[in-house]
């Protein structure tokens, strides 16, 4: 992990673009919404990586990767507290450990709001009640209280679905994506404090918003435009995936700002000689 700038740190994760690509191989149509389209290279990628699963395995995606509820991405702040975010079989070596309990409790942060935190996920009742007072769809309140009650049989898909799309789809490609990210990395190495704020700044707009003691930024080949953003309050840290397309866009209007700066200096430079020679 390399500092940027102030509080803002730059990271390469395998195990955070493992979840990505399963996120995006089940919402790629719907992230299609971006501002801008996808390469057709990319889409070309994706349809034939979602190809190489069989139907029952898209299932499960749909199921544990929604865009509704993206229970599989609550992950993201529990592997970062636990230093499980960088190798894939320790991830896969943590996830086989971990208890059914603190998957589902991962899964009732899935990102909206509720009144109360759950003081004892074994209370059926309290478990029940925070589920319907969630800003989760009614599907996904549903889908979420099933994996809860048959928790055993949630923790065994859940494994054997990493496992699968890791073996099937990212380690194939991994060696690419190893120099995608390094790539990335660079770009945000050289990138000013005020455009690596853009990519995770947006979310801290209030004026007097105060900022988490460390933000990490973690380049994503399947986020390509989109971001994610996850805040954890015990250590105070945000993790985002930014696309790839996305730092290559800011690095873009990096460039075109440094243009207009230089032509503007050029025409001030003309302007105060022209001055000069009437003085004369």
Known sequence: MENISENYYVA????????ALKFRSNNHEYMQAESHRAKESFNQFIHDAVSLV??????????????DSFFGLTFVQLLYQHDKWHD?????NFLEQLECEEI????????????????DYNDEQE????????????????KLFYLYFDKENTKRRLLKLVEEINEKIFQPFKEKLGAYHEDSIQKLLKMDEKHVKKLIQPNFDQPNANLPNKMIIIPSYFYYTSTLFSYGGKNDAVISLAGMERIEQIMDESKEEDRVIDLAKALS??????IIKRAE
Do not use: M, N, W
């Open 104 to 119: 589902i409790s991962a899964f009732l942060t899935s990102g909206y709001p509720s009144p109360e935190r759950i003081g």
């Open 12 to 19: 390469q994760s395998d195990v955070f673009e493992l979840l």
């Open 88 to 92: 894939i079989p320790d991830f896969l």
């Open 54 to 67: 069989s139907d029952a395995v898209k299932e499960e995606l749909d199921c544990f990767f929604h865009q």
């Open 127 to 142: 478990v029940f009640s925070h589920i319907q007072a969630s800003l989760l769809p009614f599907p996904e309140q549903a």
């Open 269 to 274: 430079d003309r302007t105060k000689i022209k």
